[in-house]
């Protein structure tokens, strides 16, 4: 979901991040892991608007990363970075690509992104920060058995982490970092604070099958709500398919009985 039209549910996730993003227990790395289709993508493009007062969040979709090495990795990440600005009215000039080749860590962290956190604090918006968040993150991993990306970049990230105090991570992926079981997350794993995601309850369940179609008029019996909670145990993605189907089937239905009526 990438509105928050059709999104319930997830405060204490929201209240998590907020807390140690800006709260008593700050911490500026944080991992949500949960298993698949229980709505993390979901949850980080929400968290762009609950968010918006003190970060700009910028999604990072490690999975559409076609990047070779570390040079392509930063240039694709600093790409990311200045369109987000972009989109919030915050011009920043992204280096050349060569420049990349060349010094790769010192380009994307001395020339941009110390310009772009600059340019923060010029939007009118008072002072912000920039939250990078990485959806499947474990692709990084991926990257480094298969070649494809430097484990020197664990290493910088971690660097970065801590010296960079306007920049905050996020990590979004199905496992916590110490499942991963390999080394090159033995150097982030132990600043992180974890959060799980798991299933809707049942209320909330009955608001995603029931506010979306409000304005049709088409109404659930309340134990076909519960039917429904039992069936799917609150799994967002399982949600979403039985609704659906309902929904196609009432308006099957609804289409039915108009032509008859016309026929009559």
Known sequence: LRSGEMFVGRQDV???????????????????????RTGKTSILYRLQEVLSETHIAVLVDMQGKAARGIADFLFALSDDIAYTLECHNVPVDLPDRVEYESAPEFTFR???????????????????????MFDEFEELQKRVEDGRLEPDIFSFLRNLMQHEPRVDFLFSGTHKLEELGAEYWSILFNIAAYKRITFLDPSEVGRLATEPVAFSGMEYDPLALDRIYQVTAGHPYFTQVVCHEMVAYHNEICLLYTSDAADE
């Open 110 to 132: 001395n020339r941009f992104l110390r310009a772009a956190v600059a340019a923060l604090d010029q939007n009118g918006r008072g002072r912000l920060n920039l939250l990078l």
């Open 14 to 36: 929201f209240g998590f991040v907020r807390e140690h993003l800006l709260g008593a227990y700050q911490n500026n790395v944080i991992v949500l892991h949960g298993q698949r």
